[in-house]
């Protein structure tokens, strides 16, 4: 079966220090990857998806930054966070017949 | 573009009372429909889809939805609630041939004793 993990669960940094945070799909290839972003009380939002290794599109222009050297490992950086990144971060799959996403359990970013 | 709009943002209900969250989407193609829940700190998990067919969909934990093509609509239904429903639900909608999805605000059901 498919599973999806995601990494850290909870996060606290400071103003202007990088990000790193790491997704990994396992039990299927070729999946569709994407990153959303949930802020506090709020829907989501997508940030990046991707339908293959290096095809990445980015829905909102931001100082953050998306890669998948791997076809089934997503990875969301920042070189410098700003208090507006906190909030609930969550990654998802989804096969090509879209037939709705599988998220991962999401990790929560405080900036202060 | 697809958009969502979830026309309750909290829903309050008793116990074993039926409940309706309202959605309504807009789209100029034809779309996939979707309802998810998320339980506190948690990732969202999909309840059901309407991809074609039936426009009457169960789904998991006794919910279901009816897709109204006319009324752009696909509100999610539960004849008889527990309080483990209490959580965020989110409709979302994606195109045919888009794998992303847009999703609503969110409508936050809370199941009272």
């Known amino acids: 079966s498919q599973t999806i993990h995601q990494w850290p669960a909870t996060l606290v940094q400071p103003v202007g220090s990088p990000l790193s945070l790491e997704c990994t799909v396992e039990g299927t290839s070729n999946p569709n990857l994407y990153w959303y972003r949930q802020a506090a009380g709020r829907g989501l939002q997508l940030l990046f998806y991707s339908i293959g290794i290096d095809q990445i599109s980015s829905e909102v222009p931001q100082n953050l930054s998306a890669s998948r050297p791997q076809d089934r490992q997503f990875i969301l950086s920042s070189k410098k966070l700003l208090l507006s990144d906190s909030g609930f971060y969550l990654c998802?799959?989804?096969?090509?017949?879209?037939?709705?996403?599988?998220f991962g359990s999401g990790t929560r970013l405080t900036v202060v | 573009a697809q958009s969502v709009t979830q026309l309750d943002s909290q829903v309050p209900v008793f116990e074993e009372a039926p409940v309706e969250l309202r959605c309504n989407y807009s789209?100029?193609?034809?779309?996939?429909l979707f309802w998810y829940v998320q339980y506190p700190n948690q990732g969202l998990q999909l309840l059901l889809k309407y991809l074609s067919g039936s426009t009457l969909v169960k789904g998991i934990n006794g919910f279901e939805a009816e897709f109204n093509k006319s009324q752009t609509s696909f509100h999610l239904r539960k004849p008889s609630v527990h309080i483990s429903d209490t959580a965020e639900y989110f409709c979302?909608?994606?195109?045919?041939?888009?794998?992303?999805?847009?999703f609503g605000d969110g409508t936050t059901l809370t199941v009272k004793p």
């Open positions: 979302a909608v994606s195109g045919l041939n888009a794998g992303k999805s847009t």
């Open positions: 998802a799959w989804s096969d090509v017949r879209i037939n709705g996403y599988t």
């Open positions: 789209s100029s193609v034809s779309v996939y």
